[in-house]
């Protein structure tokens, strides 16, 4: 295996929570248990809607940064960009059209670019793109909450086809460049910036959710402004979920360093640097199976909760020994193929 001294560790941890979160909200119900403990796993399983996402595109933004920083002036960077994001689209395209209707590889594949050229400025135009997006969101809202109606089946999944495939990767999807691009660039915000300036940043936001969250809880109607809405995508969801992703990643960077360096940090960082093989892994593996017995995913929450851990007991360890063996997970190593091989701290 090649060496991975240059990757930043506490990021493959933090993908790898990010990982777990969203395998909890596509495994575990939010409501439905009929016991007590059941209830309280509900209620943990709803923490992590929309949060488990935010940190993957935060991560996401920190990565491409510093992947960006120690090659300030390869010739060949733009084009490894273009194609990595063209092969993440197809891949997207391909999983939304045959088992998942979802488009979040799509989305990344589209922020990559986005991004990339947008830090490729100084490093104010991100804090102004950044400014930008965050408060043309209401006016976004607004534009896009009547395509909802259009773009969205009855079951609740995003219709891809070509008259859709613009507004559901940039105003009305699962995730939509217009605002889940403030994720990406706040993630590259947090690598020009001390960490101590992060960390008051996220107990300011962590201050206004909770205080958000009490106004919606008085003011609940959905077109209320303190509205805590995925699609689209309002200001207080943004804050609340930026806030929570922050301070996880920034939470690993303060452990100290005899947990840091534990065996649990090191499988969990395993199981997040072959983020991509567990994401469609998990689907192909147990959530595609469990549909045939369950085709409308209505499935008890003791069986998500078993289907999760039982992935996870062979995932990690599977993880562990592969890195040990090979620098990429087996999906990673194959997309590389395609469009070549950079490799990076993050």
Same mark, same amino acid.
Request: glycine fraction near 8%.
């Given at each position: 295996?090649?060496?991975a001294s ?9 993908? $790898?929570?990010?990982v777990?979160?969203?395998?909890v !909200?596509?495994?575990?119900p939010? !409501? ?8 309280l796993?509900?209620t943990?399983? #709803?923490?992590f ?14 990565s491409w ?6 090659r300030? &002036? ?8 273009l194609r990595?994001a063209?092969?993440?689209i ?12 979802? !488009?979040?590889?799509?989305a ?27 408060? &043309?969101?209401?006016?976004? $809202? ?11 089946n009855?079951?609740g ?15 009305d ?7 889940w691009?403030?994720?990406v ?7 020009q910036?001390? &960490?101590r300036? *992060? ?10 959710s909770?205080?958000?969250? #009490? ?7 959905i077109e ?9 995508? &309002? ?13 996880v990643?920034f $939470?690993?960077?303060a ?16 199981f997040?640097r ?7 892994g ?6 595609l ?7 409308? !995913?209505?499935w ?10 039982g992935y996870? *007991?062979?995932?990690?360890p599977?993880?562990?020994?592969w ?15 395609f469009?070549?091989s950079e490799?990076d $701290?993050g």
């Amino acid at each position: 295996m090649t060496p991975a001294s240059s990757r930043r560790p506490a990021i493959d941890i933090a993908r $790898g929570i990010a990982v777990m979160g969203m395998m909890v !909200e596509h495994l575990i119900p939010t !409501e439905g248990a009929p016991s007590q403990l059941g209830r309280l796993v509900n209620t943990a399983s #709803g923490w992590f809607t929309g949060r488990s996402a935010a940190l993957f595109f935060v991560l996401a933004g920190m990565s491409w940064a510093i992947q960006m920083d120690q090659r300030p &002036s390869a010739g060949d960077h733009q084009w490894y960009v273009l194609r990595r994001a063209v092969a993440l689209i197809a891949v997207g395209c391909i999983l939304h059209l045959t088992v998942w209707p979802t !488009e979040v590889l799509i989305a990344i594949g589209c922020a990559l670019p986005i991004a990339t050229f947008v830090r490729r400025g100084k490093d104010r135009a991100v804090w102004i793109v950044l400014v930008v997006i965050v408060f &043309s969101i209401p006016f976004v $809202g607004n534009i896009a909450r009547p395509w909802v109606a259009q773009d969205w089946n009855d079951a609740g999944e995003p219709l891809l086809n070509w008259s859709t495939c613009f507004r559901l990767v940039f105003f009305d999807g699962c995730y939509p460049l217009m605002p889940w691009l403030a994720f990406v660039f706040a993630g590259m915000v947090a690598i020009q910036v001390q &960490s101590r300036r *992060i960390l008051w940043f996220t107990g300011a936001a962590a201050v206004v959710s909770f205080v958000l969250v #009490g106004v919606h809880q008085l003011q609940p109607a959905i077109e209320s402004p303190f509205a805590i809405e995925w699609v689209p995508t &309002s200001i207080p969801f943004l804050l609340v979920c930026g806030g929570a992703a922050f301070a996880v990643m920034f $939470g690993i960077e303060a452990l100290p360093q005899k947990v840091a360096t534990s065996s649990v940090s090191e499988w969990l960082g395993c199981f997040g640097r072959m983020s991509l093989t567990h994401y469609i892994g998990h689907i192909l593996l147990v959530v595609l199976p469990m549909r045939q017995w369950y085709p409308a !995913e209505e499935w008890p929450t003791r069986i998500g909760v078993i289907a999760m851990v039982g992935y996870l *007991i062979i995932a990690i360890p599977f993880s562990v020994l592969w890195l040990r063996r090979f620098y990429r997970g087996p999906i990673e190593w194959t997309l590389s193929k395609f469009v070549g091989s950079e490799r990076d $701290g993050g």
